[in-house]
């Protein structure tokens, strides 16, 4: 499934939070989102899974006007997941997975034995079967955003939206999240917020900065230490590793910049 | 479209290796939980019913009370007296039914309106809707609005009122797209007291000496004086609310979680919201036109059914429905015993027990507030 972004724009109060943005995404492919805070990439990200509604441009997702779209079918052609937030009713973590069929029932369907194996397969996936009867509130940052992940799987859709997926995680969950994501093989947009990690998952990089794209392409292309320089305002070198060949980044802050 | 239809049309598309069947489904806890508990409850109303209608100054066995329900229903004739027939068919059997349907009715209202508001705080009485309905209830008996309207007109009232301040305290509680679950309260809090200062304010107007009084019987909460006609409405109007309810019991879920998910999901979430306003409304205000303000019974009983069952409100909304009349037949029956002959006003009972319970809650519920 592809999306494509053209001329998209958003603005508050006369204000524009996101201006002429162009973006595709082709079927399969991991597309990462960069750009610091404040740049827009959640705002970009809303438009897109449609929590807010963009004043200019179009989406089209396989050709299809996704602005236009009633909210089920755009539902089972996309799967988003949001930043975890606290949740004052407890579901367990069953319960949770299974809202991802929401959008394949009508008003009165019961949950049939496909829905359950649905479910059930979607939390294998993410190494959270033997979770299923936790309750949700008691998991930690990683487990809850996992099976965020696994919901967003039980839908079923062909294309799926990641905001920040591996914020506040430490590093080994960072890493587990990203690897089951580009493992799915789904077209995926995903919000990123670090740039070793973003390099090493994704096939094409799209950096935001005050609102508008300012630079896109594959990874090794759009990473370098003139773009993080001027869109971070950070000092950084960036080098290949010999041994695998994948870029990295080194950052220089501003205190050891100075005295060197 | 049928749901096996939607997984085999999406499963050939997909590179996402899912093949369903092939894992069993799982042991629901939740779900045999709450089938047990339907199955407890809904006998045991049937048995509270009874024993509500046999307790009382006149005494009348359990079995009587049958063989006149069965011999006013069918016409049969039986072995009693006119004076039980007219006691238990006139005076008790509408007011039991109709604390059962009030209760029942509050408790779904509470389910809904904690669904909407994400607010485990929210209930009908809290936010002002009551006092927003009684508001409506009064204009109507002493000013005589809608009186164009014969015997709807306070029902009309009371919803009125009820969706006023519904749409008021909901506008009060956003900034910026976002509701505070705080401000909510405080709003609601602030609306209530402004309501029924305007209640009072007619009322102290009105010459006539009996309107103290009926206005006394909005504020408090009371079911002495149930007819059968009082029933029809309210107990339509809880039929309805819960087949609709039922049926976007999906919805209801993905909606507690958040206004973004619930999006993602394919919901459109305004369209529902405004839906969940205009029925919680209706119900409350039918219900207060014949109740008036009982409290605190839609904020315990989903909270004690949600502690027992989860939180899909497959299950929550029926087993409440269920909680809520038992609970309320039984708090009637101690408002007419307790002090009797005297009867207190129900609404007095369940702000005793209520107001304990949401002081726990408060402090159980960390971040609500």
Known sequence: ??????????????????DDIRLSVETGAFVGLLGPNGSGKSTLLRCIYRSLKPDAGTISLDGADLLAMPPRDAARRMAV????SPVQFDFTVQEMVLMGRTPHKSAFDPDTNDDWAIVADALAQVNMLDFRERSYGTLSGGEKQRVLIARALAQQSQFLVLDEPTNHLDIRYQLEILDIVSELRVSTLAALHDLN?????????????EGRV?????????VTADLIHEVYGVRADVATDPATGRTHIMYFPASAWASA | MGNSEAVARSGRQSPVTIAPSKRKAPPERNAARSRRLIAVLAPLILLSITLAVVIGPVEIAPLTVWEIVFGKVTGAEGNWSNAQANIVWLIRFPRVLLAGVVGAGLAVIGVVMQAVTRNPLADPFLLGISSGAALGAVSVLLIGVFAGLG?????????LGAMLAFVLVFSLALQQGRLLPTRMILAGVAASFM??????????????????????????????????????????????????LMGQSR????????????????????KLRRRLLVVTSLLTGLIIAVSGTIGFVGLMMPHIVRLIVGTDHRRVLPVSLLAGALYLIWVDVIARTLFAPEEIPVGIITSFCGAPFFLWLMRRSKGAL
């Open chain 2, 251 to 270: 919805a209801l879920n993905a909606l507690i979680i958040g206004d973004e998910t619930a999006t993602t999901l394919g919901i459109d979430v305004h």
């Open chain 1, 214 to 222: 300012v630079a896109s392409g594959a990874p090794d292309d759009v």
């Open chain 1, 1 to 18: 499934m592809t999306l494509h972004v053209h001329e998209l724009g958003w603005s508050v109060d006369a204000r524009r939070i996101i």
């Open chain 2, 195 to 244: 309501f029924s200062s305007v209640t009072s304010f007619i009322t102290l107007s009105d010459d006539s000496s009996g309107a103290a009084r009926r206005v006394l019987f909005w504020m408090l909460g009371g079911l002495s004086g149930a007819r059968w006609e009082d029933l029809t409405l309210p107990a339509l109007a809880l039929v309805l609310g819960i087949i609709y």
């Open chain 1, 81 to 84: 997941v949001l930043q975890e």
């Open chain 2, 151 to 159: 015997i709807f007109a306070l029902s009309v009232g009371a919803f």
């Open chain 1, 197 to 209: 990690l973003a390099t090493i998952y994704c096939d094409r990089l799209y950096v935001l900065s």
